[in-house]
């Protein structure tokens, strides 16, 4: 395996040892560790982890929604969501939640 990224005492284009943890794949050399280098399954496109979102919903989005969350992950810039309170703009950033679980980045949601 080749490392993804370069730093934290890895040179771009070192070999290092893959093992697995929790599911996915991670990397050690020269006494670092590296986490999410690889997901187990197969890498998504944006398109396939909007779709993949979608289908695992327990209920049909609202049409608003499943327009913010298209433009989600259409966009490299983000999506302006204005909707009354009570009508389901937490579902919209779920989805931004579930593509930074599917691809190992890191997100945070806050709220007022």
């Known amino acids: 395996m080749v ?6 005492g890895l040179a771009e284009g070192e070999a290092c040892r893959p093992y697995r943890l929790h599911g996915l794949f991670a990397c050690t050399a020269r006494g670092s560790v590296w986490h999410n280098i690889l997901t187990v ?5 944006r398109d396939e982890l909007a779709l993949a979102y979608l289908e695992q919903l327990p209920f049909p989005p609202y049409p608003f929604q499943e327009e913010a969350i298209y433009s989600w992950f ?12 009570g009508m389901g703009k937490t579902l919209i950033a ?3 939640l579930y593509e930074a679980l599917q691809t190992g980045k ?4 806050t709220t007022p």
């Open 106 to 109: 890191r997100a945070y949601y």
């Open 3 to 8: 490392a993804a990224q370069r730093g934290r």
């Open 94 to 96: 779920e989805a931004g």
């Open 74 to 85: 259409s966009s490299n810039q983000g999506v302006l969501v204005c909707a009354p309170t």
């Open 41 to 45: 399954s197969k890498i998504m496109d």
